[in-house]
Each structure stands twice: as C-alpha cells, then as structure tokens.
C-alpha cells in the first residue's frame, strides 16, 4: 500500500512563498508519475502540477510561472514551490502518487492520494 504524506502548507500573505512537500513510501521500487492538485471551498479539485518519472512536466495556465514542481527519486518526495501567491492559491492542496504498468500488482491499477495540506493567502 503507497503512503503519502504532505507538508509545507500554512498561512501567507499575497505575494508571498511556500514549499510544499510531498513523501510517498510503502512500495518497491518501480516508475511512477506524481502531481499536485488543489481543492478550494465549494470548487472542484483540479490539477496543479505534474512531473512523470522522467522529470517532465506540466502546469495549470493559472499557475505558470509562479509554481515550480521538482522530484527526488532516490527519496521518493516531491515538493512544489509556490512563489508570488494570490488569494485564489487558498486551497486544499493534495498530492498523487501514480503507479506505472512496471509496479507490483498490488500497487499498480489505481491513484493514491495524500491527505492534504492547506495554503491560506491573506491580503
């Protein structure tokens, strides 16, 4: 069973940084993608950031240019540094582990989820 934990959340003012960190354990080694997604009072959760496990990644249009996601491999932990934030970055924010065909059977077919950390941005 993958484990995900979060942390780094808290609360900022506008146009201030954080680093949130994200460390999966629990599997073998195997290839896997992970990403950052955020859930806001009353919206749905939507996609934030990704890297696969070759280091490439995507970012929402809103948050090009001020979020900056990086992975550690040998660790297992991902983290996404926030800089420049606005009051609508206030959010739930999650990370997703997902497994690749190479995992163990009981790992691969489904997407783990991390418990959330919460971002709060003041004026």
């Known amino acids: 069973q993958v484990r995900l934990v979060e942390s780094g959340g808290g609360s900022v003012q506008v146009g201030g940084s954080l680093t949130l960190s994200c460390a999966a354990a629990g599997y073998t080694y195997c290839r896997y993608d992970m990403s950052w997604h955020r859930q806001a009072p009353g919206k749905e959760r939507e996609f934030v950031a990704g890297i696969d496990f070759e280091g490439s990644t995507t970012y929402a249009d809103s948050v090009k240019g001020r979020f900056t996601i990086l992975q550690n491999i040998a660790n297992n932990t991902m983290s996404l540094r926030i800089s420049t934030l606005k009051p609508e970055d206030t959010a739930m924010y999650y990370c997703?582990?997902?497994?690749?065909?190479?995992?163990?059977?009981?790992?691969?077919?489904?997407?783990?989820w991390g418990q959330g950390t919460q971002v709060s941005v003041s004026s």
């Open positions: 997703s582990f997902s497994p690749r065909r190479n995992c163990p059977a009981a790992v691969r077919g489904r997407d783990y």
